[in-house]
């Protein structure tokens, strides 16, 4: 499948801070995903874009499917510690998803 | 509505033999997909059915199988267990329609597979 280009691998950031992460792609993708998993568990759905230049929020995570169908950025306002986890891009090809390395996100208190 | 399950959640199993995982999908939901998530290679897509159908599939060897039910079940099967198949094998359910909304996939927690 294609490879998605996830960054930065990991954050480190202090709660209350804002954080940005982006995934980009040689390839078009219809549909862009935002998953989160946490240790033990299966990656849980965020946000699901449909549209070229679509900008969807859910709570304190807004996500943007980039014009040019190619990329897509996640961002989160005034993290907390339970935002402590994975975060997976994924493109979606055909019946397929091609997923990001993920981005590994410390929040401390 | 209950999620996506995954039968057993963890595994050991010896070079050679052979394995069967499980898959319930979401109530409605007729596609399935199972990934492998490595620490290396991350997450990686098998194959998706739809219908009983197989209707993609990823880059792995013939040793991956899979199938479906008539309920969506699923069951993804690996025979000559290699070490290198240690892994966390998630199963995915979706729609699986052309609108929007039905490639949404959802995921079990995993079964966790260890070949030794």
């Known amino acids: 499948g294609q490879q998605l280009n996830q960054s930065p691998q990991s954050m480190f950031i202090q709660e209350g801070e804002d954080v940005s992460m982006n995934c980009t792609s040689s390839s078009i993708f219809n549909t862009w995903l935002w998953y989160k998993q946490e240790p033990g568990e299966g990656p849980v759905l965020l946000i699901a874009?449909?549209?070229?230049?679509e900008l969807t929020s859910n709570g304190r995570l807004t996500a943007q499917f980039g014009i040019t169908r190619k990329d897509s950025f996640l961002n989160i306002s005034a993290s907390i510690p339970s935002d402590v986890g994975i975060y997976f891009c994924a493109g979606q090809s055909g019946y397929a998803l091609n997923f990001g390395k993920g981005t590994s996100l410390l929040v401390t208190p | 509505k209950a999620g996506v399950t995954q039968t057993p959640r963890y595994l050991i199993k010896t070079r050679g033999q052979q394995v069967t995982l499980s898959c319930s999908p979401i109530s409605g939901h007729r596609s399935v997909s199972w990934y492998q998530q490595t620490p290396g290679q991350g997450l990686q897509f098998l194959f998706e059915?739809?219908?009983?159908?197989?209707?993609n599939k990823g880059n792995f060897p013939g040793r991956f199988s899979g199938r479906q039910f008539s309920n969506s079940r699923s069951e993804m099967n690996v025979s000559t267990l290699e070490l290198g198949d240690s892994a966390l094998y998630l199963c995915?359910?979706?729609?699986?329609?052309?609108?929007?909304?039905?490639?949404?996939?959802?995921f079990g927690p995993g079964t966790r597979l260890t070949v030794t």
């Open positions: 059915y739809f219908s009983e159908t197989q209707r």
């Open positions: 874009l449909y549209k070229a230049g």
């Open positions: 995915a359910s979706s729609l699986g329609r052309r609108t929007s909304g039905s490639y949404e996939q959802y």
